[in-house]
DNA sequence: TACCCGTGGCA
DNA sequence: TTGCCAAGGGT
């Protein structure tokens, strides 16, 4: 029995069943591989029938705006994984007459796609023997090798690379990988792994040795760091004053309430009233604080509180900044705590 | 190479 | 509550 064989016979009989494992539609597979980024299946399973629904294929995608696109990705975290989406699609529309190619090489060349998720799409769609290495295949076999080597090395996941290729099924690559994603999520887990009911508990050098819970060695993350900010929520007419984030960085091309970064010593209403006067040409009395929350990313950590302010007298608004009525509220991508803030507003005011 | 880029579940 | 971390890619 080889690697392949018993790792096969095994996701044959407990693999997951899950949306995008229905078909081997290459945009399908394409749009789950970029979903599934750093993100947890579960997170993912409504956005992708969401997505489907909404754009089933690559012409419907297409078309739409990014800021329609964007909306559909809200809440799903890493935003230019959506632009990047959108642009590779419209590459394909374009270049390849709206069929993904089916070369690894070339699928890379997208953009969003790197080794990992042309590896993927590759195999998966069009059952070409490549290697899809991620997380859960690096954790895979650093524990079956007993690999001390940091997984975060270019080195070491060339390495693993070249394990993927001496080990892949020749006759189902595409399952074949797949197998290793289910078995790093339900059995080769992170900590604890789930030894004793593992298909490849007879071949793993580190289940031999017991060091499985030791492995795989990843350098430690730098602490994320701490931001204090204070947003200005002002309402005119039933409207509310909203600003988009610049096109590139945190959070690009989101919109939230006018905000800024607080300083040692800085107070929040002069900080405020500041930002809407020379930013926004607006005048500005800082009220009450009506929303104070804690949000935090994979590098940085947000302490935001917003404030109700009184509108007083101002000049019309530039591009990046509008009026939103509260039936639009839902219309637009919102940064990060700022949804909740606007569904709190939403809801607070019914429709008159 | 090291840093930037989100979010939510879980121990 | 805090820290860890999950189907990575771009720069």
């Known amino acids: ?98 069929r993904v190619p089916d070369n690894p090489a070339l699928i890379q060349r997208l953009p969003g796609v790197g080794e990992y998720t042309a590896g993927a799409i590759a195999s998966i769609a069009y059952n070409q023997v490549a290697p899809a290495v991620d997380g859960n295949v690096l954790r895979i076999f650093s524990r079956l090798f007993c690999l001390e080597e940091d997984i975060a090395k270019t080195a070491t996941k060339r390495a693993v690379e070249r394990l993927v290729m001496q080990h892949i099924s020749r006759q189902c690559p595409g399952d074949f990988n797949q197998a290793l994603m289910d078995l790093g999520a339900m059995i080769c ?44 929520v002002v309402q005119r007419a039933g409207k509310f004053l909203v600003q988009q984030r610049p096109a590139t960085g945190l959070l690009a091309g989101m919109w939230e309430f006018p905000a800024t970064e607080m300083g040692a010593g800085d107070v929040a209403a002069a900080q405020l009233r500041e930002k809407f006067r020379c930013e926004l040409q607006q005048t500005v009395e800082i009220e009450e604080k009506i929303l104070q929350c804690r949000h935090t990313f994979s590098h940085r950590q947000w302490d935001i509180a917003f404030y109700r302010c009184q509108w007083l007298a101002g000049d019309k608004l530039r591009e990046q900044a509008c009026w939103l009525g509260k039936t639009e509220l839902g219309t637009v991508p919102w940064a990060g705590p700022h949804h909740k803030m606007a569904l709190a507003l939403a809801e607070r005011l019914p429709n008159k």
């Open 1 to 98: 029995m080889t690697l392949a064989t018993q790792l096969l016979a095994w996701y044959y009989k407990n693999g997951r069943d899950l949306p995008w494992r229905r078909d081997k539609d290459a945009y399908k597979i394409w749009v789950s591989e970029i979903m599934l980024q750093q993100t947890r299946v579960e997170a993912v399973r409504d956005y992708y029938t969401r997505w489907l629904d909404r754009f089933p294929t690559p012409a419907a995608l297409a078309q739409a705006s990014e800021q329609e696109v964007l909306t559909y990705w809200q809440g799903l975290g890493y935003y230019s994984r959506a632009r990047h989406l959108l642009a590779g699609v419209r590459e394909v529309c374009a270049e390849y007459g709206g």
């Open 189 to 232: 887990i992170p900590r604890r792994p789930r030894c004793p009911l593992c298909p490849l508990a007879d071949l793993c050098e580190a289940y031999r040795r017991e060091v499985q819970d030791m492995l795989p060695v990843r350098a430690p993350k730098k602490a994320p760091q701490l931001v204090t900010l204070a947003a200005g």
